[in-house]
């Protein structure tokens, strides 16, 4: 099974941004620990502060052919505006699950709508950056 991790805007800047939201560790010493207790797992990452970008390794692993087998999607504050990103999660035949850092529920009303939850096979949400092994580990269950 291969997995793409994509993180979207100022998740480049994870270990300086806001610690006291989002932790101090970088997602290079996340994606370490990921690919060192999945050594059997390809696991691939991808980063931009851009929509489009985003929209296009989207199609990337998932059109016309599958170039992985899930998504582990952090769309940063696209999730609760992007309705492109929702539509091209929705184009493509790749299990996508929606992932916070932080628990967006208990933040700012506008963090409580996601644009992209309805079109993901599910939300891990509010466990730093171990949401990302707990998403692996969804996708690895379905
Ligand atoms: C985030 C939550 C979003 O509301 C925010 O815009 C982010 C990070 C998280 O991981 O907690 O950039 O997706």
Redesign the pocket.
């Known amino acids: 099974m291969k997995i793409l991790i994509i993180n979207?805007?100022?998740?480049n800047l994870l270990g300086h941004r806001e610690p006291a939201i989002?932790g101090s560790d970088s997602m290079e010493s996340c994606l370490r620990s990921l690919r060192e207790r999945y050594p059997d797992t390809p696991i691939e990452y991808f980063q931009s502060n851009h929509e489009g970008a985003i929209i296009d390794e989207i199609h990337r692993c998932g059109y016309p052919e599958k170039s992985c087998d899930g998504i582990v999607l952090?769309?940063?504050?696209y999730?609760?505006t992007s309705l492109a990103i929702a539509d091209a999660i929705a184009a493509v035949d790749v299990p996508v699950i929606e992932?916070?850092?932080?628990n967006?529920a208990s933040?700012e009303p506008i963090?409580h709508t996601s644009l992209i939850g309805p079109v993901c096979r599910g939300v891990i949400?509010g466990f730093g950056l171990d949401s990302y092994r707990l998403a692996i580990e969804a996708l690895k269950a379905l």
């Open positions: 979207g805007p100022n998740l989002y952090n769309a940063g504050a999730t609760h992932v916070h850092i932080s967006v933040r963090r949400a």
